[in-house]
């Protein structure tokens, strides 16, 4: 499975940005995909997850601000960002579950920056 993230960039805060993560390859035993981010000098830190049917949960720092979405055709998941904050900085890496086929049971998409400005 290769997971390509897009939709990065800057904007000043109280903004919006939308990111996108396209599944491609072998998707039909994916559980769940979603965001974790990294922010210089910090420890990665999840920020949301969507599973095949649709259950969603997130990061209790974006939670009321950020959502989650999925188009299944597409084996896309989108990630809604409102009401940014500049601590809200940092690459943004499209994670996928996958119990069955993925070494150590997960994919890991390339990062996408993310910078708000105060």
């Known amino acids: 499975v290769q997971l390509q993230a897009s939709g990065g960039g800057s904007v000043q805060a109280g903004g919006s940005l939308r990111l996108s993560c396209a599944a491609s390859?072998?998707?039909?035993?994916?559980?769940?995909i979603g965001w974790y981010r990294q922010a210089p000098g910090k420890q990665r830190e999840f920020v949301a997850t969507?599973?095949?049917?649709?259950?969603?949960n997130y990061g209790d720092s974006v939670k009321g601000r950020f959502t989650i979405s999925s188009d299944n055709a597409k084996n896309t998941v989108y990630l809604q960002m409102n009401s940014l904050k500049p601590e809200d900085t940092a690459v943004y890496y499209c994670?996928?579950?996958?119990?069955?086929?993925?070494?150590?049971?997960?994919?890991w998409g390339q990062g996408t920056q993310v910078t708000v400005s105060s």
């Open positions: 390859g072998s998707t039909f035993s994916l559980h769940a």
């Open positions: 994670h996928a579950v996958d119990p069955i086929a993925a070494p150590g049971g997960e994919y």
């Open positions: 969507i599973s095949i049917g649709g259950t969603t």
